[in-house]
């Protein structure tokens, strides 16, 4: 496996289901980062993490819960999603967000859907 | 903070024809801007990016970028395009640690 990688890549879900989403990077990557994007709406970053510490958090409901147990793996954890939170879920890395100069390689995402 | 416009949500253009998709950032100091690719199903893929230097700026598959300071614009462009073309185009300006990005620019090429 090379870049970053996403499973499942596709992912049907009821309002009261818990599911995780994984990502894992072999770029050797100290940064990872989790993206929502929607339907003709600009990428909304939800979480940073460097060095397997969160460092962003952007105003995203509890209902999303993130892990980072090592540099390499990145979890979306799911629980008692509405269904406005149907949507292609997109993770990234860099090599580190010391500047915005690191450019972000992205993973093919996984499409949610939530009933 | 900082944004990006991206005026054009669809294009359609002829295989072979050239190609311009708009950008407009808003940031105070000097942006760092990239162009990103989205295929259908796919993640995104970085066309190419600018920090500073030269304002023309060559990337992959044939695309290049002009930063325009007075302007505030970053368009990209492709003299000839091919039906591979066909996809999302994001444009994002980054500060700190952070990509903010456009809407998106929605590519179809007719043959």
């Known amino acids: 496996e090379t870049g970053v990688t996403q499973t499942p890549r596709h992912l049907v879900m009821g309002m009261t289901n818990k599911k995780s989403l994984k990502c894992e990077q072999h770029?050797?990557?100290?940064?990872m980062y989790w993206y929502k994007q929607s339907a003709k709406k600009p990428l909304e970053l939800m979480f940073v993490?460097?060095?397997?510490?969160?460092?962003e958090n952007n105003s995203v409901p509890s209902r999303f819960s993130p892990e980072c147990p090592n540099s390499s793996h990145l979890f979306l954890h799911l629980h008692t999603l509405q269904p406005e939170d149907s949507a292609l879920y997109l993770c990234?890395?860099?090599?580190?967000?010391?500047?915005?100069?690191?450019?972000?390689?992205f993973g093919p995402g996984t499409r949610l859907t939530v009933l | 903070a900082q944004s990006v416009t991206q005026p054009d949500i669809h294009i359609t253009v002829s295989e072979g024809a050239s190609l311009e998709l708009r950008c407009n950032y808003s940031?105070?100091?000097?942006?760092?801007l990239f162009w990103y690719v989205q295929s259908p199903g796919q993640g995104l893929q970085l066309l190419l990016k600018?920090?500073?230097?030269?304002?023309l700026v060559q990337g992959i598959k044939g695309f290049e970028a002009e930063f325009k300071r007075s302007q505030s614009s970053f368009n990209l462009r492709k003299p000839s395009v091919h039906w591979s073309d066909a996809a999302e185009y994001f444009c994002?300006?980054?500060?700190?640690?952070?990509?903010?990005f456009g809407a998106g620019t929605t590519v179809t090429v007719r043959a």
């Open positions: 600018y920090f500073s230097g030269d304002t």
């Open positions: 990234a890395s860099s090599h580190s967000r010391a500047g915005s100069t690191d450019t972000q390689y």
């Open positions: 940031y105070g100091a000097t942006p760092y």
């Open positions: 993490y460097s060095l397997e510490e969160r460092v």
């Open positions: 770029l050797g990557h100290n940064a």
């Open positions: 994002a300006v980054g500060a700190l640690y952070k990509l903010s």
